[in-house]
């Protein structure tokens, strides 16, 4: 009996071990309790026993972390192009999933879009840089935000909504260019990062 307990704690420590390389956060108990075929009831023991020995970390909410990860990651999908210029559709197609670590960028909803264009330049994103962008639905004022305007066509622009005026003016960090006026725009995200190779 004691080998059968043995073994079922050591595949659901396996398990959360594997959860957590495959999609960069661990599984809930739900998730663990699906994944192993093992009922709720057993998996909640066999976590209070690898709670104890120190194997995993697990304070009763809902994620269940092992102690031998050593970084905890963030899987976060690259989904395509954003203009830098002219707004532009922003292809919702996923190119490919890169993982983050957390504990440089924190946890939330993210993705990634592709810039193009010099109309952020000095806001320092250029021409292909990958920006990192949290995913919400609103922003505050002087924000650098994807904005979809027209229901159809995506910027990355400074955000400034003036509503005494009734219009939103999206402002590009390039002393040549002009703000772009719109009566109203959607936030798809906010920009906090920008991911770029040193030259």
Same mark, same amino acid.
């Given at each position: 009996m004691q080998d059968k307990n043995h073994d079922k704690s050591a595949e659901i420590e396996q398990f959360i071990n594997n959860f957590s390389d495959t999609y960069g956060y661990s599984p809930t108990m739900d998730e663990i309790s699906a994944?192993?075929?093992?009922?709720k009831t057993t998996v909640f023991r066999h976590i209070a026993q690898l709670r104890e020995k120190g194997v995993i970390n697990y304070s009763g909410h809902r994620r269940i972390a092992s102690t031998k990860e050593k970084k905890q990651m963030i899987r976060v999908p690259v989904l395509g192009a954003v203009a830098c210029g002219i707004p532009k559709f922003a292809e919702e197609n996923i190119e490919e999933y890169i993982k983050l670590p957390v504990s440089l960028f924190g946890e939330g909803d993210y993705f990634i879009l592709r810039a193009y264009g010099d109309s952020m330049i000095d806001a320092g994103i250029f021409n292909d840089d990958l920006v990192l962008v949290k995913r919400c639905s609103d922003a505050e004022s002087g924000q650098i935000?994807?904005?979809?305007? &027209?229901? &159809?066509?995506?910027?990355?622009?400074?955000y400034f909504p003036e509503p005494k005026r009734h219009r939103v003016r999206l402002h590009p960090e390039n002393s040549s260019m002009d703000d772009i006026i719109v009566d109203s725009c959607i936030i798809q995200g906010v920009a906090v990062k920008v991911i770029k190779d040193i030259s």
């Open positions: 994944g192993t075929g093992y009922p935000v994807v904005a979809l305007v &027209d229901n &159809d066509e995506a910027t990355l622009k400074r």
